[in-house]
């Protein structure tokens, strides 16, 4: 164990929620801690979606064009394929300007991205390979985390304020003893990747019976989510990796001859869906949210969107308690009571369209027809619009209100 270090606000986790909420705390000028257990950011299955609300997160930290140099596609339709045609469930390009179209960027360079711009700022630091284990009380109010390095060694670091933003599986709740209401997922995803051709159709979603195959465009490669019935893992991999590359080949026969670079089930991750809410968000000394607080199944891709807008709204509310050294539990309340509306309608509607589509995709005999909402948004470009507005910026979006400290001049710069 070493000897305790004290910041003003240690977060947990660097995902979305935790790399947004970190930049923008250092930027107002707290001094914060980012502790994220893995060694870098590298893990391919967090999700790629840019909503237009983190670009419009960006616009409004004037880095729009920084972030835009980095390497992304963009979409401007979200269409389904079933067996009796294509639908068109999404049109960004009657939302204005840049938000006319959906981006996907693969998520390792959106957080190396906006943790290399809290890191212009002396008041944030960011330690890897920081497993937090516990946290610190005393007085019934939590006082920091105690985290683990990958030699075994202990570490404390004391904050005034704790934010919790490690996810779905989170330590920190665990820690704290806090249950979720569970809401169910009928599904899993196994997830992995092919080589994209040009001449690739630029397909989102093809649905079939029994199963359903989501393809993102990574530029050299698609990343596939294969859907399978909750805790069907087990069945599908007893039936073989051919029979696995079959059914992947009938739902999209342009990669057929491609799928031997599928060549293990190593290549393929088993991701376990869940949907889930805290009660409450907050205990005296300790925030939590985004997935920690409410994990988000990956319908409508809207996860990334809540975890940021989150972040956005915990900084605007606690900046300024934390550098006055008073933040207090209504400040924390205030967060989940903002949160909270935008997040609940957002799981509903993901509970609906799993209740009523992906269960019946993924258990109903016959061929696969489009389900009834596919076929009434297919013929109304209006509330395609609408729903490309409901991915691209959510319910209650947040804006930037906390200050910004002068960042310190880059080496380039400097010179
Ligand atoms: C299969 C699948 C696909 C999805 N696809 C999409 C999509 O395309 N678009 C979308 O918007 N949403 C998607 N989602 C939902 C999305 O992934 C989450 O809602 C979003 O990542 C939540 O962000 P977060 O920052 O709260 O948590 P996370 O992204 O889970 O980040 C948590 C971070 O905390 C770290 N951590 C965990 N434990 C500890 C610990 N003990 N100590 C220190 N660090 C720790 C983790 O390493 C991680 O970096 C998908 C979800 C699933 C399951």
Avoid at 27 to 52: S, Y
Avoid at 330 to 354: C, G, H, I, N
Wanted: glycine content about 8%; hydrophobic content about 45%; overall charge positive.
């Amino acid at each position: 164990m070493t000897e305790p270090d004290q910041v003003d606000c240690c977060v947990v986790g660097g995902g979305p929620a935790g790399a947004v909420v970190a930049l923008l705390l250092a930027r107002a000028g707290v001094q914060v801690c980012l502790l994220e257990k893995h060694a870098d950011f590298l893990r391919d299955f967090r999700g790629d979606t840019i909503h237009a609300s983190t670009l419009a997160l960006m616009t409004e930290l004037g880095l729009e064009s920084q972030f835009l140099a980095l390497p992304h596609s963009t979409v401007t339709t979200l269409t389904a394929l079933t067996d009796d045609g294509t639908y068109t469930l999404a049109d960004f390009s009657r939302l204005p300007g840049r938000s006319g179209s959906l981006m996907f960027m693969p998520q390792w360079h959106f957080l190396d991205f906006v943790t290399g711009q809290a890191a212009r700022y002396p008041t944030f630091e960011l330690r890897r390979n920081a497993d937090v284990v516990d946290v610190e009380r005393s007085d019934g109010r939590v006082r920091g985390v105690v985290y683990e390095t990958p030699d075994g060694t202990r570490h404390t670091l004391r904050s005034a304020l704790t934010i919790a933003a490690d996810g779905r599986h989170s330590a920190v709740r665990a820690a704290l003893g806090l249950r979720s209401h569970r809401f169910g997922a009928p599904m899993d995803v196994l997830w992995f990747r092919v080589s994209r051709r040009e001449s690739d159709p630029s397909l989102f979603a093809r649905l079939s019976t029994g199963r359903m195959l989501v393809l993102i465009d990574r530029g050299e490669y698609w990343q596939l989510a294969y859907l399978i019935r909750k805790d069907g893992y087990d069945r599908v991999r007893a039936q073989g990796l051919d029979a696995f590359r079959e059914s992947v080949g009938t739902l999209a026969p342009h990669l057929r001859d491609r799928l031997a670079e599928v060549r293990s089930w190593d290549d393929i991750a088993m991701l376990s869906v869940q949907v889930d809410r805290l009660r409450r968000w907050f205990r005296p000394g300790v925030l939590l949210i985004g997935d920690a607080a409410h994990a988000m199944s990956p319908i409508g891709g809207v996860g990334i969107n809540l975890a940021v807008q989150d972040a956005i709204a915990a900084a605007n509310r606690v900046a300024g308690p934390l550098v006055t050294g008073d933040v207090t539990q209504r400040d924390l309340a205030r967060v989940q009571l903002r949160r909270t509306p935008p997040t609940v309608l957002t799981q509903l509607l993901q509970r609906v369209l799993q209740r009523r589509v992906l269960a019946v995709v993924l258990t109903g005999p016959g061929p696969m027809k489009a389900p009834g909402f596919l076929r009434f948004i297919d013929r109304r470009p209006r509330l395609q619009g609408v729903v490309a507005r409901l991915v691209g910026f959510g319910v209650l979006p947040e804006h930037v209100r906390t200050p910004a400290l002068s960042p310190e001049p880059s080496p380039a710069r400097a010179g």
